[in-house]
């Protein structure tokens, strides 16, 4: 069974700071790994995602998330947060070809002037 | 090109309705899904379809029904609407790996 942690239900950051949003997840296979971003009353909208080519993926927005294997880990970051980056942040994991994704509980980011 | 499309965007419902929520996507795609999010719960699949006249449960299924007769359209029934069933409700359409969701519909039940 796979699972997914986000460290943090919520997050605040300065504008202009680094994000740093955890990802830990448990698959019994390697697994495609995803962050999506949903603005507020809007659906999901996918950043980036591993899909087992480079472990550094790098997304839209000036995303980035690294696949850490023997830490079981896929954080994302940004290197510096705009006021445009307030959103909530999901993980996702699936098995590779299945589609089925598997959701963390999600992270808000707060991003203060 | 409208990607999903989800109606109603609102709906509030009496105990014991019944309804459908309409999904419709314009890609072609074999694979979708329907998720419903709670708040700290993330996204949970309730039912998936990997191509017309296939549908498959996912994690949490009670109270829903599905079909799949076309490539396009993937329905989601609440037979007896239940205030457990409160939530927002996304589909999703995938190829290969990349999932597209819907605007959502949210769903209220007194």
């Known amino acids: 069974a796979q699972s997914v942690t986000q460290l943090g239900s919520h997050v605040s950051v300065s504008e202009g700071a680094l994000v740093l949003l955890r990802c830990n997840y448990s698959?019994?296979?390697?697994?495609?790994l995803f962050w999506y971003v949903q603005y507020p009353n809007q659906g999901l909208q996918l950043l980036l995602k591993y899909t087992s080519a480079a472990t550094l993926v790098k997304g839209i927005n000036g995303f980035e998330a690294e696949f850490k294997k023997s830490e079981t880990s896929f954080h994302l970051t940004k290197p510096s947060a705009h006021m445009s980056d307030a959103a909530e942040y999901f993980c996702?994991?699936?098995?590779?070809?299945?589609?089925?994704?598997?959701f963390g509980a999600g992270t808000q980011v707060v991003v203060t002037p | 090109n409208a990607g999903v499309t989800q109606t109603p965007k609102f709906q509030v419902l009496k105990t014991g309705q019944s309804m459908t929520l309409q999904c419709a996507q314009d890609?072609?795609?074999?694979?979708m899904s329907w998720y419903r999010q709670d708040p700290g719960m993330g996204l949970r699949l309730i039912h998936y379809s990997v191509g017309a006249g296939i549908t498959d449960q996912g994690e949490v299924p009670n109270g829903y029904n599905v079909s799949r007769s076309t490539t396009e359209d993937f329905p989601l029934r609440l037979l007896s609407a239940a205030p457990s069933q409160t939530s927002v409700y996304f589909c999703?359409?995938?190829?290969?790996?990349?999932?597209?969701f819907g605007q959502g519909t949210r769903l209220t039940v007194v």
């Open positions: 890609m072609n795609h074999e694979y």
């Open positions: 698959s019994s296979v390697p697994p495609y």
């Open positions: 996702a994991v699936s098995d590779p070809g299945w589609g089925k994704l598997q």
């Open positions: 999703a359409s995938s190829y290969r790996d990349e999932a597209f």
